[in-house]
């Protein structure tokens, strides 16, 4: 069976920008593609769409399981449709590492949101990407901007080092949390509350609503003691039952508050750093895969893994002699 034709990437481009769903969909795909041969059209594709781009506020998502995400973020995200607004969701999803299929879970859970004309939802497979942040979500926000939706979130899977990852790539980072706080904060590790620029406490309705009002004062008080994630921002504490529909639009307006207290010129001067970044990390992965890729290389790693293990050599030597043949240098102190 012969290969699909490649994408014709003006017309794509042009057809995004026109608001063609389907060519959004299909430029995602292709930036999160790992064939070699889509690499440079997807370059190419984002070399024409970024003039478009930065036009959004973007907005990272994340809670433990069963903290209500994807009930949260089908009550928000039709609150902010509501406001004039059209709204990307890029929620990552906790793939196998071995398979690396995408469980589609959010969307089938966001049954109404997916209905909406002015919304579009992208599953992507976490995959085996460090901290559960697809490496290309970050092209794929710029996809979306560039087709018009002016509010993009980030959802990342679960809590863990994908925080900071989002953290790294989004303007504003909200946190919901369960109502109980306990001592251990709900087992959410303190680096990750200071990430936080908005906390919500979800479920605040029925019997857990006072139970709700007392951890978000528990939090706020805790975030006295902590560094605040954006220099200029107080973080704040809010409470919310997205089941109900309650807090929804008070949690915009601190957003809209939010982006109004930094201004254009440091939220510009946010995401340049975030672009620096990037581009540091994008380096690193593709000299990680250029490394692993290279035949002197590919052929000597399993004996140096094996020496490694054995502990007949010290993981720098051995990363430094895969270095040198990667290079094509002498071995170090030849």
Request: aromatic share 4%.
């Amino acid at each position: 069976m012969s290969e699909p034709a490649l994408p014709d990437i003006p017309g794509l481009a042009e057809a995004l920008i026109g608001g063609d769903r389907r060519a959004l969909a299909q430029s995602i795909t292709l930036v999160e593609s790992s064939r070699p041969d889509h690499r440079p059209l997807a370059d190419r594709l984002l070399e024409i769409l970024l003039p478009r781009t930065g036009r959004s506020i973007r907005i990272g998502i994340s809670g433990a399981p069963g903290v209500g995400k994807s009930t949260f973020i089908e009550s928000f995200g039709l609150h902010v449709l509501g406001q004039g607004h059209r709204l990307a969701v890029l929620a990552v999803d906790p793939s196998s590492r071995l398979g690396g299929g995408s469980i589609l879970g959010d969307k089938t859970r966001m049954t109404r949101l997916a209905g909406e004309a002015k919304a579009f939802i992208r599953p992507s497979p976490a995959g085996g990407t460090l901290g559960g942040v697809a490496r290309r979500t970050r092209e794929a926000m710029l996809v979306a901007e560039a087709a018009g939706y002016d509010v993009v979130l980030v959802e990342t899977v679960g809590v863990g080092q994908s925080e900071t990852a989002v953290a790294d790539m989004t303007d504003m980072f909200l946190l919901l949390l369960l109502p109980g706080s306990g001592d251990d904060l709900q087992g959410i590790k303190r680096g990750i509350v200071e990430l936080a620029d908005l906390i919500l406490v979800n479920k605040a309705d029925g019997p857990l609503a006072e139970l709700a009002l007392r951890t978000a004062a528990d939090y706020q008080h805790a975030l006295r003691l902590l560094h605040p994630a954006t220099p200029g921002w107080t973080p704040e504490v809010r409470v919310c039952s997205a089941l109900e529909g309650t807090g929804i639009s008070e949690a915009w307006g601190v957003i809209e508050r939010f982006r109004a207290t930094l201004g254009e010129a440091a939220l510009a001067a946010r995401r340049a750093g975030q672009a620096k970044a990037w581009l540091r990390a994008e380096l690193s992965d593709s000299l990680l895969a250029a490394l692993a890729g290279h035949p002197r290389v590919r052929d000597r790693l399993p004996a140096m893994e094996a020496e490694v293990a054995a502990g007949r050599l010290a993981p720098g030597a051995a990363a430094r002699l895969l270095l040198a043949e990667f290079l094509g240098n002498p071995p170090p102190g030849a």
